[in-house]
Nanobody, 125 residues
Framework: QMQLIESGGGLVQAGGPLRLSCTASRGSFSRYAMGWFRQGPGTEREFLAGISWNRMKTTYRDSVKGRFTISKDNANNTVTLQMNGLSPEDTAVYSC??????????????????WGQGTQVTVSL
């Protein structure tokens, strides 16, 4: 099973950017769709963005479209989430995930079954 480790979280002012990274080990990263999720205080985990195994397709939650960008670097086994225009409502623990089966599209949150431990993002006014 793929092991995922996130980095890049922290404290940022509203309106600012932040870039999250997730590095994978123990698996054929290039064959798997990847995604980013978050869970805020007292809320359920929500799907933010997904990218297909071959990087041809990306999917975004409506609330982050135009602000967040997901990318996948198969050479370095890394998936990145570039976040711009952050607001306090974006405060949450952010986690990356891999789909259960290879060659997926990364568009259905139900298919993600391997998770990182998450990284905290806090947006202040």
């Amino acid at each position: 099973q793929m092991q995922l480790i996130e980095s890049g979280g922290g404290l940022v002012q509203a309106g600012g950017p932040l870039r999250l990274s997730c590095t994978a080990s123990r698996g054929s990263f290039s064959r798997y769709a990847m995604g980013w999720f978050r869970q805020g205080p007292g809320t359920e985990r929500e799907f933010l963005a997904g990218i297909s195994w071959n990087r041809m397709k990306t999917t975004y939650r409506d609330s982050v479209k135009g602000r967040f960008t997901i990318s996948k670097d198969n050479a370095n086994n890394t998936v990145t989430l570039q976040m711009n225009g952050l607001s306090p409502e974006d405060t949450a623990v952010y986690s990356c995930a891999a789909e259960r089966h290879p060659y997926g599209l990364g568009s259905d949150p139900r298919f993600f079954t391997s998770w990182g431990q998450g990284t905290q993002v806090t947006v202040s006014l």
